[in-house]
């Protein structure tokens, strides 16, 4: 196998090169036109497909190993639900209290919900007597179930003009961000992953164990909310910039641990890097169906179903 750092130079490279041809494509940087639309539209674009791309990636990649599941990511565990659901409320019964700010209040509510989800979950797995595994999911699943229930009826008792913005949000899209919106997301999602990044090493002492983990000097006391909060801070950032996108956090790592291993000082940078170049092939694919705006988690869903079969048909075969 390549050196590791190769392979996250190269990912790094061809990210750099991705967002450079997603932003200038067809644009003449001579001409006025061409410049505002860099600026107002192509660049919100990318930055935003990057962010979204790595936070529930990386996010994913540390729940995969905090929970011992390979089939955690922010929907199953019920961080993405409540998110939903709080951007759902806006959407169907408070949009109209505030038109001007429709674009920012909405963020705000999604990522409310994702924090308001996350403090339950780790509540009801404290009083089920873990903080970690079985607890988690189990807890996520009731969120989950709960969520999906009061969905359900907002549906029923809404208009067909809501259903529409509801549905074509919960679909996912990366063009609902401004350059401002992003710009106050950059740093948050910067210092994150800086953080994250350096759990490597702890996330690996997990494999073996919480016991394990507390021998090699790890506190998982305070270690496993600590994650649990940055991981639900990534989702909620990410899904108050794009909605709810499907299959990008189950996919990533899995594909990554399954192709070079389960060194989580790898795979985490590794997974960031990935999840951003796929969120940008899915804009550029997007753009061949010309004007009509395709909801992003049709296509993370086609194009990752497919590779996610094949990576687990692999693991099998070996």
Aim: positive net charge; hydrophobic residues 60%; aromatic residues 8%.
């Amino acid at each position: 196998m390549p050196d590791r750092r190769l392979i996250l130079a190269a990912l790094g490279l061809l990210l750099l090169l991705l967002a450079s041809y997603v932003a200038l494509v067809d644009l003449d940087l001579d001409q006025d036109s061409s410049r505002q639309i860099l600026m107002q539209l192509r660049i919100p674009l990318v930055l935003c497909a990057i962010l979204v791309g790595a936070s529930l990636a990386a996010s994913s990649a540390l729940l995969q190993v905090m929970l011992r599941n390979p089939l955690a990511d922010p929907g199953i565990v019920g961080i993405t639900s409540g998110a939903s659901l709080f951007a759902a409320l806006y959407l169907l019964l408070g949009s109209h209290l505030a038109l001007g700010l429709v674009r920012y209040a909405l963020p705000l509510f999604s990522f409310i919900g994702a924090m308001l989800s996350t403090l339950l979950i780790y509540l009801i797995a404290r009083r089920l007597g873990t903080a970690s595994n079985a607890g988690v999911i189990l807890s996520g699943i009731a969120i989950s179930t709960l969520s999906g229930g009061v969905l359900a009826w907002l549906y029923f008792f809404s208009d067909a003009q809501s259903l529409r913005n509801l549905t074509f949000w919960l679909l996912g899209s990366l063009h609902q961000a401004d350059l401002p919106l992003v710009l106050m997301a950059l740093p948050l999602v910067v210092i994150l992953l800086t953080v994250l990044m350096r759990q490597g090493q702890a996330l690996n002492w997990l494999y073996f164990g919480q016991r394990s983990a507390q021998l090699s000097g790890l506190d998982v006391g305070r270690f496993f909310p600590r994650m649990l909060l940055i991981s639900a801070l990534l989702v909620g950032i990410a899904v108050s910039l794009a909605g709810s996108i499907a299959f990008v956090g189950l996919l990533v790592p899995h594909l990554l641990r399954n192709f070079c291993g389960h060194d989580n000082r790898f795979i985490l940078p590794a997974s960031a890097l990935l999840g951003a170049i796929l969120l940008l092939l899915v804009v550029l694919i997007s753009k061949q169906f010309g004007g009509v705006a395709v909801p992003v988690s049709m296509l993370t869903a086609t194009l990752g179903g497919p590779v996610f079969l094949y990576s687990i048909l692999r693991m099998a075969g070996r």
